[in-house]
């Protein structure tokens, strides 16, 4: 297993990349910004009330990208998503799938997130993700920076309402794949305790976007649904699609049955769903899609190979392969196959015998560290590094969004100084 190759110390600064360790003067308008944000989920208190009690939500800075890193990564994601029609990987994937994953209902996933480090080598993916957070803030947030470089040329935002409303017609199409006509009448937002999520203040927004297209949109707990007479509902009212932010990704908990039943029978759009995190977002895929031999043994194409290549070389964690992974863990990334969020992540350089055993107890895929890149921020004015990956939002291969987070540690965490998503400009 090959580390990639950092950034050459002699090698000429790309124009992104002498931004991002220059530019300090791309800078959030935060006043902008909360007014933005009231303005757009009907609430004079709403800054007051969810954002700057989230200090570290929003970074200052943006992130800058050289125009041919994002068509990189868009191609990856095309590959990605063309690879997982084929009958084969599909019948790989599922294998290991829990039963609700199987059959598939038609939803493509709403909003996936596909997340890449940067280095030398251009491009990596290191994780996708199926309940890929962060959407509908980072869409305001592009449209609140002020710009004072004269390096700026390109537009600092997507055009107003552009994200918004493909996200309208996104929840309209995975409507119509499983039903085939008609639209939804009320949505849900679900999670558990979604009052208590830190990206709360987004459902509040996603609410206000159907709202305002007509759509009679909920933020619900999943605790809470109820299904009976082939009725998913919510204190007694009809519930015909659910935007699923729920992190128990086969609704597995006692608390899910009702969502689950639903979800089985195809009483309701769930989007995105049990099938989608199988065939797209289980971290047991990337094993196989970073391995050159079963994609040729598949028959993926020379072109879709080459996409994938960007993807760190994976393996599953097993007794058979532990003692080769201790040797090289130093240029290893340990995850849990079930993990999310950053949770229960290793670096190998830090592990202890302690956590190994755990590890090697099975659940873990072993991932080649690809090291972050890096941001300068001013805390305090005092010029400091902050590691940075990105992340595109996307429907069904094609990308509605891209972000960045800032953060310090092995993982975001929305808890560093000067950290935060921050909005992407292309250079």
């Not at 997340?115 to 290191?126: E, Q, S, Y």
Request: aromatic share 8%; proline share 6%.
């Amino acid at each position: 297993m090959n580390t990639p190759s950092p950034i050459p110390a002699d090698r000429p600064l790309a124009a992104s990349d002498r931004l991002n360790q220059t530019c300090f003067c791309v800078t959030l308008d935060r006043a902008a910004l909360c007014e933005a944000l009231e303005r757009e989920a009907g609430d004079p208190a709403f800054c007051e009330t969810f954002i700057r009690p989230r200090a570290h939500l929003f970074s200052n800075v943006p992130v800058f990208l050289s125009a041919s890193a994002v068509t990189e990564m868009q191609g990856l994601v095309g590959a990605l998503e063309a690879t997982a029609r084929l009958a084969a990987y599909q019948d790989a994937v599922l294998s290991w799938a829990p039963d609700i994953a199987r059959r598939d209902h038609g939803p493509a996933g709403a909003l996936m997130g596909y997340d890449f480090h940067l280095g030398g080598d251009g491009p990596r993916l290191i994780e996708v993700n199926t309940n890929a957070g962060g959407a509908f803030l980072n869409a305001l947030l592009a449209r609140a920076q002020h710009a004072c470089c004269a390096e700026m040329e390109f537009p600092l935002a997507p055009p107003a309402r552009a994200f918004e409303d493909a996200v309208s017609r996104m929840f309209e199409d995975e409507w119509r794949r499983q039903r085939g006509g008609g639209a939804a009448r009320r949505i849900a937002i679900v999670d558990d305790s979604p009052e208590e999520q830190y990206l709360y203040p987004e459902f509040v927004l996603a609410r206000r976007v159907l709202a305002e297209r007509g759509v009679d949109a909920v933020i619900a707990d999943a605790g809470r649904l109820r299904y009976d007479a082939s009725r998913l509902s919510i204190d007694g009212e009809t519930i015909d699609l659910v935007y699923n932010r729920l992190t128990d990704f086969a609704f597995d908990r006692p608390e899910h049955a009702a969502l689950r039943e639903a979800y089985r029978d195809g009483a309701v759009v769930v989007t995105p769903n049990p099938h989608n995190h199988a065939l797209l977002a289980d971290k047991r895929n990337l094993s196989l899609l970073s391995d050159p031999a079963t994609l040729e043994a598949w028959g993926v194409e020379p072109g879709v190979r080459a996409y994938l290549s960007a993807i760190p070389r994976t393996v599953l964690v097993t007794s058979d392969q532990a003692d080769a992974l201790w040797k090289a863990r130093k240029n290893l990334f340990f995850k849990p196959t079930g993990g999310h969020g950053g949770k229960a992540v290793y670096r190998g350089d830090k592990l202890t015998k302690g956590v190994w055993a755990e590890i090697t107890r099975g659940g873990y895929v072993a991932q080649v560290l690809v090291r972050p890149s890096e941001r300068m921020i001013r805390v305090d004015e005092t010029p400091e590094a902050r590691k940075m990956d990105v992340r595109l939002y996307t429907y069904d291969g094609r990308v509605l969004l891209v972000a960045a987070r800032l953060y310090q540690g092995q993982t975001t965490n929305f808890r560093t100084p000067g950290g935060g998503f921050a909005p992407v400009f292309v250079v």
